[in-house]
């Protein structure tokens, strides 16, 4: 058994028997970032960090605005930060067990599609910085919007429902360009095997 699968085991274990409040047990949190990706595990007891691992990651730019990063390759780093912090933990007497929960949290807007059956990502995560979508973002905020007359409302029209203005960050218009221009996305979508979200989503699908 890996040690992610172990650390699964033992969260779920913890989810049904709860420890005593004397008792020290541990948080663990991925933390997918743009520029590299830790897991990392505090107390619950003091609050300080206990022990964490962390990789860099590799950002791939095939044209000029563009940047992505393949999703497979994050997981195998996840899972690598998570192995080695557990050897670490292991290396303290700390048993994998006395981690009761685990957040994830991840690079803001960065969309990604995979295939709900699978798991496999339909194509690279599309990250949050960039500007591939802005011919889609100016097609949009031209159009006619009721009582949006100026281009300011235009760009605001959508805040007041998600909070974001319409421009290239918004993960909307990354998906829209997956639609448009990705074959196997779009055959996806119409046979209802296509899921979309940002990359904790799909951490949480593939690996929980």
């Known amino acids: 058994m890996s040690k992610l699968q172990q650390l699964i085991s033992c969260y779920k274990k913890n989810n049904t028997n709860k420890s005593t409040s004397d008792e020290e047990t541990f948080i663990g949190a991925i933390d997918e970032g743009t520029s590299s990706t830790r897991f990392v595990v505090f107390s619950t007891k003091t609050n300080k960090l206990i022990a964490s691992h962390q990789i860099n990651t590799t950002n791939i730019c095939l044209n000029e605005g563009w940047v992505e990063q393949d999703p497979e390759d994050i997981l195998l780093k996840v899972k690598e930060t998570i192995a080695v912090t557990c050897e670490k933990l292991q290396e303290m007497d700390i ?8 957040g994830v949290t ?14 496999k990502p339909l194509y690279n995560a599309i990250i949050w910085m960039d500007i591939r979508t ?3 973002v100016e ?19 959508l805040q007041v429902k998600c909070g974001l203005t319409m421009n ?10 997956l639609l448009e ?16 979200g940002t990359m904790d989503s799909w951490l949480i699908w593939v690996i929980f």
């Open 95 to 102: 048993p994998i067990s006395k981690i009761i929960t685990i």
């Open 106 to 119: 991840n690079q803001r807007e960065t969309t990604l599609v995979w295939d709900k059956f699978t798991g």
């Open 134 to 136: 802005q011919s889609i």
């Open 139 to 157: 097609r949009y905020l031209n159009k006619k919007i009721p009582n949006c007359h100026t281009l300011e409302l235009r760009k605001r029209h």
């Open 168 to 177: 290239p960050y918004f993960s909307v218009f990354k998906l829209i360009w």
């Open 181 to 196: 221009n990705v074959t196997e996305v779009s055959e996806a979508v119409k046979q209802k095997r296509c899921m979309f």
